[in-house]
């Protein structure tokens, strides 16, 4: 079992006990400064934010068909680090 998967499984026991326990909402956990990539750039870059901001996955944003559009970019997926490091080890 990797440290991830481990340090996760230990905090979901550990909140099992508590009394208030799953019943944490999702905001007091949740990464609010969140780095994104554009579904054009690189593997490196992608690799880069994650390791820049310590986590595992970056959201992927559309890039919009024109610029003329100022419409806010929307999610397009989701890249976690098994994702990138499994597609760099097949090349």
Known sequence: MNKLSRSFADFI???MSASSGLLT???SLMTTHVQTCGEEDSLARAAQLMW???CGSVPVLEIPKS???HR???L???LH???AARRNARG
Do not use: C, I, K, L
Request: charged letters at 25%.
């Open 67 to 69: 610029s003329a559009h």
């Open 81 to 83: 680090a098994g994702q």
């Open 13 to 15: 026991t550990n909140q």
């Open 72 to 74: 806010p970019r929307r």
């Open 52 to 54: 820049e901001a310590d």
């Open 25 to 27: 909402n999702v905001r």
């Open 76 to 78: 397009h997926g989701q």
